[in-house]
T-cell receptor
């Protein structure tokens, strides 16, 4: 069964460092998303991406964050200068249809620990 | 602001019992509701969805009920099994077809099934 894959599974970084989280969405999907989950809290929307541009972003997704689809398969989330409060599980998701017409498929997440 | 929340943070049941997980939402404009299951160390997994023009939808061993009058959503799991143990999240997405992925998740209910 096709699945969303994410790397790395866990990354530890120093505050102020740049981090890139990588995702390979399901191959025929058109919509891509990043969500995050701080430990013990609910899953929060960060950004959605369609047709090579950001469709929607949350207030969390400030200038320190960026997303890219550098080729036909990868979808990346970059945090330019990490802060302690960026420590969380980051989930990539994809869908074939718009989210209010079909389900999102989530990856298993990348845990980011900022020291 | 608008939010989706859960009445009960934890639920313990015996194997074979039926489980009911509840969710309250506050955005009356919400059009589409989804239940996700999240097992330890994994990403959210789609269980079942329902649109605002319905009040009940059944899947395999699961039923979602929507009461728009009181803005309440529930997930019923029949003959609960130990493999059902997980955190269950409800999520909603705004109506109007303009949203591109901003699912709003509830806090989550921890379901523990005892053999």
């Amino acid at each position: 069964e096709p699945e969303v894959t994410q790397t790395p599974s866990h990354q530890v970084t120093q505050m102020g460092q740049e981090v890139i989280l990588r995702c390979v969405p399901i191959s025929n999907h058109l919509y891509f998303y990043w969500y995050r989950q701080i430990l013990g809290q609910k899953v929060e929307f960060l950004v959605s991406f369609y047709n090579n541009e950001i469709s929607e972003k949350s207030e969390i997704f400030d200038d320190q964050f960026s997303v890219e689809r550098p080729d036909g398969s990868n979808f990346t989330l970059k945090i330019r200068s990490t802060k302690l409060e960026d420590s969380a599980m980051y989930f990539c998701a994809s869908s074939f249809q718009r989210p209010n017409t079909g389900e999102l498929f989530f990856g298993e997440g990348s845990r980011l620990t900022v020291l | 602001g608008e939010s989706v929340g859960l009445h009960l943070p934890t639920l313990s049941v015996q194997e074979g019992d039926n489980s009911i997980i509840n969710c309250a939402y506050s955005n009356s404009a919400s059009d589409y509701f989804i239940w996700y299951k999240q097992e330890s160390g994994k990403g959210p997994q789609f269980i079942i969805d329902i649109r605002s023009n319905m009040d009940k939808r059944q899947g395999q061993r699961v039923t979602v009920l929507l009461n728009k009058t009181v803005k309440h959503l529930s997930l019923q799991i029949a003959a609960t099994q130990p493999g059902d143990s997980a955190v269950y999240f409800c999520a909603e997405i705004a109506a109007g077809g303009t949203s591109y992925g901003k699912l709003t998740f509830g806090q989550g209910t921890i379901l523990t099934v005892h053999p």
